[in-house]
């Protein structure tokens, strides 16, 4: 079982749109796919429309009072499990600190479910705390979303100076350029420019496209209801990417 | 991880399935097709003797518009598949494409090969059932089979599968479905509908002698019923034994001849007058008709084990010996397909059945308990007298007709076996069969040297033998004389065991409590 977590610092990037869809893309090529929506907003949870809700909260998830496996809900594809999001994990910050070792805590919940899925995404919550660090550490790779400004490339570079400095266990970083305006110069020169010189960074961007945003209306991946789309095609390109390095 | 199903007949014909659902669901769920209906050619596979039945699993061969596919499926939920890449049935597991599938049949179907059971065409439809926020919570199966024969199609099926985390929400969509009209929950799998339209059950062939006997019934119907079902036993077996489907046809079918010939001397007197006479001439050719076949048979599926054992050869030095033995056994085989569509053969056994079928009850006689007991006493101590006889220098043909003795003995308690307390009667059987086993090894293997003995002449008149090989059969020639003397030296303690006097005590009281 690989893990992948979509995060950045900053919110509003794509995160949730790149983990719904990939996940989708996943579970169609035929891996069992878990996608947990760590994120109190309930994003991932809304366009599977899957309530949001987890009995016992967060609290329970985290203190292992509830089985993981108990939560995690079928979604109307195949292959393809959610674990919803709840409005209590807005403290899973506090919920952590009280546990022991809490940077690994995530992994450790996570373990149980290796016969049962091949790949698991995690959809994390913008911001540098102690969960983002309970979910650098359970990551094989993080995927992070970068809107191709140049505040953007800054948290891409404190997430690598972070990750850098981590004990122990180090997950690779995959960048990739999102919502794209391709009316923009600077974001075309960017998305361009950024793969060429760096490795961590996706060769694939994804353009801002109504289509995308259409995904909120449909309450489904682009990749389902609109599998030719141009955001489609680009996700299933990133996907291609993202195998390539999980394996 | 899998969800079990809520399964359902539907009864109904006046309306699609699809509008009844709808009606009995809506407005709390809607019923949306998840994909166009498609038509399946499916194909039920087991071994002529059910053992994947036996064992809770379900295997098909589904065909549908791209390649066919397996399916073996647990009581469970569980589900296995695999390309069937062209198979044709009948195919042993090893022949089927490498991987769990064939790993999971591999060791439970040893020696039988898999063949058609059923076959039926299925059209199959799918639903998402969704609840009021449009979520899937339910897939909705259903199917409708079309079975080959004349017979009318089994009711259509319905299969409510939850969605992962809304079994609840499923529930309640089965109490809906459950109160409509014509709708009622399934009790038999898809192969038993499909069977119960030609009057199958699966399961329905066995080896067993499974008669009910009573013990105050007359023993000449007992007898009677007991050969009534030996002779069907043998004709189940003849077509696969012709068309060399797998060795336990012919196996099957020369135990039942074993086992006629054996109620027609030990029961001749429960008869009518000459008919024993009459027909056992007839048993005793068709029996010898089985045994060139069966001896190559018993040497071939053994054979790769012994050659594992060999010492100073490789095995692969055997192969012009396992050769010369499959080129015999095609030969006898093709022997024994020709006897088995003669005209003596069909008429022995079509005579035979008229025969059964015109027993009537005798004004007087014995009862089945009477008579029972009296021929498994008879047996015994044929057994224990024989048996006793044998000293560490008796000729080998004393053991061979002490085993036969044997043989008798365990026919005739499986022709009785329901007069008599189960567990009491197994441990009678298992007793005899520790006996039975030393003695079958020790005479498989007189025969098998002879064999080599044979076979090593013939390839070297024939001159295409090289030295390796017949050095190799020296090699296995030997083993298989230290197995032959390993049972020989077994025999006494094990006979020992057969004769002593708890056990004969035991045997006394289970063939006394008949009925009890």
Redesign the interface.
């Known amino acids: 079982m690989r893990i992948v977590a979509t995060y950045n610092i900053k919110g509003g990037v794509g995160k949730t749109a790149a983990a719904v869809n990939l996940s989708h893309l996943a579970a169609r090529d035929g891996l069992r796919v878990l996608l947990a929506d760590l994120d109190p907003q309930a994003a991932a949870s809304y366009l599977f429309r899957v309530r949001p809700r987890v009995k016992g909260g967060g609290a329970a998830l985290i203190r292992g009072s509830r089985d993981l496996d108990k939560a995690i809900k079928g979604t109307d594809f195949e292959r393809l499990d959610l674990l919803p999001a709840d409005f209590t994990f807005r403290n899973l910050d506090l919920i952590l600190d009280a546990t022991k070792r809490p940077a690994q805590r995530l992994a450790r919940l996570l373990r149980p479910l290796r016969a049962s899925y091949d790949l698991v995404f995690l959809d994390c919550p913008p911001g540098i705390s102690l969960l983002s660090e309970s979910v650098l550490y359970a990551a094989d790779l993080v995927l992070a979303p970068i809107i191709p400004t140049t505040l953007s490339l800054r948290t891409l570079d404190q997430l690598t100076e972070f990750i850098a400095g981590m004990n122990g266990h180090r997950p690779a970083v995959l960048a990739f350029c999102s919502m794209i305006d391709r009316r923009k110069r600077l974001h075309k020169e960017i998305a361009e420019r950024l793969p060429a010189e760096r490795d961590d960074v996706a060769a694939t961007a994804i353009p801002a496209l109504s289509m995308v945003e259409r995904m909120a209306v449909d309450r489904a991946p682009v990749t389902a209801f609109a599998p030719r789309s141009a955001g489609a095609r680009a996700y299933a390109s990133l996907w291609a990417e993202v195998r390539a390095r999980v394996g | 991880?899998s969800v079990p199903s809520r399964n359902f007949a539907y009864t109904g014909t006046e309306r699609p399935v699809a509008d009844v659902v709808r009606d009995a669901l809506g407005p709390r769920f809607s019923v949306v097709p998840a994909r166009r209906s498609r038509t399946l050619r499916r194909t039920w596979l087991d071994t002529f003797d059910w053992r994947l039945h036996r064992a809770g699993l379900t295997l098909e061969c589904v065909t549908g518009h791209g390649p066919a596919e397996l399916v073996l499926s647990d009581t469970g939920g569980g589900r296995i598949t695999a390309a069937a890449n062209g198979t044709h049935w009948p195919a042993p597991a090893d022949g089927l494409p490498s991987g769990p599938l064939r790993d999971r049949l591999a060791g439970l179907t040893f020696v039988r090969a898999l063949l058609p059971a059923a076959k039926a065409a299925s059209t199959v439809s799918e639903f998402?059932l969704r609840n009021d926020?449009?979520?899937?919570v339910a897939w909705l199966t259903v199917d409708r089979l079309h079975a080959a024969g004349p017979a009318a199609d089994p009711p259509a099926r319905l299969s409510v599968t939850a969605?992962?985390?809304?079994t609840g929400q499923a529930e309640r969509i089965g109490r809906c479905l459950a109160a409509q009209p014509g709708m009622a929950a399934a009790e038999l799998a898809p192969l038993d509908a499909v069977l119960a339209t030609e009057g199958r059950v699966p399961g329905e062939y066995t080896n067993k002698i499974t008669v009910e006997l009573t013990p105050a019934m007359p023993a000449s119907m007992a007898l009677a019923a007991v050969l009534t079902r030996l002779l069907d036993t043998l004709t189940a077996n003849v077509a696969g034994t012709i068309r060399d489907i797998d060795t336990e046809f012919l196996h099957d079918l020369r135990v039942s001849v074993r086992r006629t010939r054996t109620a027609l001397k030990l029961g001749a007197g429960l008869l009518p007058p000459g008919l024993a006479d009459r027909y056992a001439p007839g048993f005793k050719w068709l029996g010898d008709l089985t045994t060139p076949t069966r001896d190559l048979d018993v040497y071939l599926l053994s054979f790769d084990a012994m050659a594992a054992g060999l010492t100073s050869a490789s095995p692969a030095d055997l192969a012009p010996f396992h050769g010369h033995l499959a080129r015999q056994r095609a030969v006898a085989q093709r022997r024994l397909a020709r006897a088995l569509r003669s005209a003596r053969f069909t008429a022995l056994l079509a005579d035979w059945r008229g025969e059964l079928t015109r027993t009537a009850p005798p004004r007087r006689g014995p009862d089945a308990a009477q008579a029972a007991a009296r021929i498994i006493r008879r047996a015994h101590r044929r057994v224990l007298i024989r048996g006793s006889a044998i000293t560490p220098e008796s000729p080998p043909e004393n053991l061979h007709d002490l085993r036969k003795r044997c043989k008798e003995l365990r026919y005739s308690l499986e022709f009785f076996a329901s007069l008599y307390d189960p567990p009491a009667l197994r441990r009678a059987v298992r007793e005899l069969k520790d006996l039975q086993d030393c003695l079958g090894t020790y005479q498989d293997c007189q025969v098998q040297q002879e064999e080599i003995r044979v076979i090593a002449a013939d390839m070297l008149a024939a001159g295409d033998v090289p030295a390796t090989a017949l050095l190799a059969m020296g090699d296995l020639a030997s083993h298989i004389g230290q197995r032959e003397r390993t049972a020989r030296g077994e025999f006494a303690s094990r006979f020992t065991a057969f004769a002593s006097q708890h056990a004969q005590a035991r045997f006394r009281a289970l063939v006394a409590g008949a009925g009890s």
């Open positions: 991880m998402r926020d449009d979520k899937t969605v992962r985390g809304y």
